[in-house]
Each structure stands twice: as C-alpha cells, then as structure tokens.
C-alpha cells in the first residue's frame, strides 16, 4: 500500500533518508530538511507499506530548471526513492514511483525525471524497468 506522508511520518522519513544518504547527510540535516520539504508544496513524500510494516518512501518534486533530456516545465523529478533490502523486488519502488508520477501529472507535469550514479548498475536497471530512458550527460565541478 502506499499513503501520502505528513508530518506524523518526519521520524521514519529520517531514518530511511538515513539509509540512503548517510555518506552525505547526517541524521540532523535529513530532519530538518524533511521538514522544510513537508511544508513545500512542490515536493511530496510517499510512504510504501508491506504486511503492515511502513518499508519504504520515495520522494518528489517539480523541477522548474532545466532538467536533462526533457521539453517542458515544471518538471516532476523523483528526488529520492528507499525501499528496506528484504522487501525490494516486490513491486513496493514501482508503486512508489507510480505515485510520485500520478502526483506530478495533478500538479501539470507531462514529464517525469530522475537520476542516479553511473556505478549504481541496481538503480539503473530499476529506472529502465519503469520506463526511464538514460541520458548522456556527465557533469564537472572544480574548485575556483
């Protein structure tokens, strides 16, 4: 099953952005950004539920800046998706992106965006699987 997130979701959206983003983020930041992007309306959290357990979430966004390979704005962009290990490959990620695209689609969108690492071959395939196709884009930075 999968509900909309509200405010009564901020800790288990934490920890499970914990999961994700803890070579980025520390526990704090993922808190108080969860709560700065619960009271955006241009973002949404989805909360994925197996056998009565609240396993997993996926967050989104419309993108107003350019997004790569798209025609259109706003854009609707999954900004980040987590499903617990022991219940992935269960349809629980495509029902959550699923949500996020209806969502996107409420909010005007006629396309949806995401993005992952080159190195992360299990998000690439998940993403091809629900009809992303890739872009060819690297991106560079430095230090001026």
Known sequence: MI??????????IT???????????????????TKT?????????FIATF????LGYAQCGLRRDYVEGTETSPVGYLEAIYVEPHVQRKGLGGQLVRACEAWAKE????????????????SIAFHEALGFKKQLIMTFHKKI
Not at 107 to 122: A, I, N
Request: a negative charge; glycine letters at 6%; charged letters at 40%.
């Open 107 to 122: 909010k005007g969108c006629v396309e949806f965006g995401s993005d992952t690492y080159p190195s992360y071959t299990h």
């Open 15 to 33: 920890e499970l952005s914990y999961k994700l983003f803890r070579e980025w983020a520390t526990k704090e930041e993922l808190l108080e950004e």
């Open 37 to 45: 992007f619960l009271r955006d309306e241009d973002s949404v959290f």
């Open 3 to 12: 509900r909309k997130a509200d405010n009564r979701d901020i800790a288990l």
């Open 51 to 54: 056998e009565g357990e609240d």
